[in-house]
């Protein structure tokens, strides 16, 4: 299907209606990626099992299943949790405060 559009049928209030709002996702989108980068290297700097526990439970698996494939106790998966939120909630009032 050819979807190809005259310009010439738009406005130029039009136009730049469209190229503002281009650029507002653009920047948003490169916001998106910085603070991806930004955990990535976070994630990085974690112990082993921190990490895994982190993945596991983005990846949707529940903390007493976690528990039993780790080994490790319950409340083990609980304190590494709490541990990784408090670390990015310190890392984000950071970066808060360098682009503000």
């Known amino acids: ?33 910085k603070d991806l980068r930004l955990l990535r290297a976070d994630y990085r700097t974690l112990p082993k099992t921190i990490r895994q526990v982190i993945w596991l439970r983005y990846n949707g698996i529940k903390q007493k ?7 490790i106790s319950d409340a083990t998966v609980t304190r590494y949790i709490a541990k990784y939120e408090k670390k990015e909630t310190k890392n984000e009032t950071t970066r808060k405060q360098f682009t503000d």
Do not use: C, G, Q, W
Request: cysteine-free; aromatic content about 10%; proline content about 0%.
């Open 65 to 71: 299943d976690i528990a039993k494939k780790l080994k």
């Open 1 to 33: 299907m050819d979807r190809r559009v005259n310009i010439l049928a738009f406005s130029n209030a039009d136009i730049f209606d469209v190229t503002d709002k281009m650029f507002e996702l653009i920047e948003k989108k490169r916001e998106y990626l």
